[in-house]
Structures are given as structure tokens and as C-alpha cells.
């Protein structure tokens, strides 16, 4: 019995091991290369087949400004500031899913996020957010602000098979990311907590108010410099 346990114990390490030198490599690659596939878009290509999925990576200086501090401004205010988590924000968080009795708030950061996409599955767990936090850690290491900006970016859902900015422009306003005005933008980040159900309910008045609340907020974000 103890030998049985002691070699559970030792695959159980040896996957967990092999899943951060995964997620380490894959880093390290994409620190240079574009993200052509995240988690997120395997998964969605695993469970649908209609719709295709809609990608196509940009670099950062052919994605307008505005869609970039609409996402900060919505999603991570202190994302120049933190170093991949927002203490405060996480705190709110278990304190509501303390209240709850289950988690239902993970007060994510961008980089947090984009951990998430680019390797974990979209399941609330503690032990999901463990492998979040490991993976956030390494990335806020191997690569700067700007560069986590520009992949999250183009890898974040904006509606059912509509990945990245460029998807998302092409789809909702039929030009490209480049060229996205403040409202466009403010709209696009607006969708973000629950894209495929904005997508279908655009007029929503939350989605409306977040727009709104974004869009004012936008001329106070700092983006990013190359590091």
C-alpha cells in the first residue's frame, strides 16, 4: 500500500512538473513568435465545429490605441502598475466567494487572464487558479508588459468563435483593428465578461452602462512602454 502511494505521489509530481516545463517553454517561444492557438480556441475547436473560429494575430502598432486602454480600463486598471495580481482585487474576490460558499469571483488581472486562455480550462477551481497563478508568475518574467498587452489582445474571446482584436473588428464593424474609434473600442471591451451572450444582446443595458463607464475611464490609462 505505501509503495502504491508512493508512486501515485511521484507521477502526480513528475505531471505536475512536465506541465510547468510545457507552459515555460511554450513562454519562452512566444515571447517572439505569434500565438496562432490558445487554450481557449483548442477547446472551442474540440466542442464546435460552426462557427470557425475567426483569428488573425496583429502586432501591436497595427492595433489602434484605443482598443488597448478600453481593455485596461475594463479589465485590469493597475495592469502597468501590479506584477501580474491585484492583491486588492483578489481579496474582494474570496471575500464574495467566502459569502457565496463557492467560487464565483476570481478577481483576474490581464495577465491573470491571458494565463488563463492560453493553457488552462474556463473551470472554476482552486486548483485551476493555483496553475493560473504559477503560469502568471513565469510569464510577468519572461516577458514585458507590452508584449503580454499585445497577446492578450489578440487572443482574448469577443463572441462565439471571435478571437482577437482583429476578428472582433472585422466581425462587429467591418474594418480593421487598426482603425477602431473610442466607442468601438469601449464596445468591444464592454463585451468582455460575457461575450457570447453580448454578442447576441448588443442593446443590454449593462453592457451599455459598461460601455459608458469604460469609455470615460479611457483617457486616464497608461499604456505600456517596450521594456
Known sequence: MKAFIARAVLIGISVFLLVQLWIFSSLVWWKY??????????????NY???????????????SNNLKRALIAGEDAKFIDHSG?????IQL????NEKKGEVVAGGSTISQQLAKNLFLFNQRSYIR???????TWMMER?????????????????????????????????????NLSKSEAAQLAAYLPNPKYYQ????????????????RYMGYVRLPKDE
Open 85 to 89: 495580481f491585484d492583491w486588492t482585487g
Open 33 to 46: 513568435q505569434p500565438v496562432e492557438r490558445s487554450m481557449f480556441m483548442r477547446i472551442y475547436e474540440w
Open 49 to 63: 465545429k460552426q462557427p470557425a473560429i475567426r483569428h488573425e494575430w496583429k502586432d501591436s502598432d497595427r492595433i
Open 129 to 135: 487558479k493555483g496553475q493560473e497563478a504559477i503560469a
Open 93 to 96: 474576490a474570496l471575500t464574495k
Open 142 to 178: 519572461l516577458w514585458s508588459k507590452q508584449r503580454i498587452l499585445e497577446v492578450y489582445v489578440n487572443s482574448v474571446e469577443f463572441g462565439k468563435g471571435i478571437y482577437g482584436a482583429e476578428a472582433a473588428a472585422q466581425y462587429y464593424f467591418g474594418k480593421s483593428a487598426a
Open 200 to 215: 447576441d444582446h448588443p442593446s443590454d443595458r449593462k453592457v451599455r452602462a459598461r460601455k459608458a463607464r469604460i469609455q
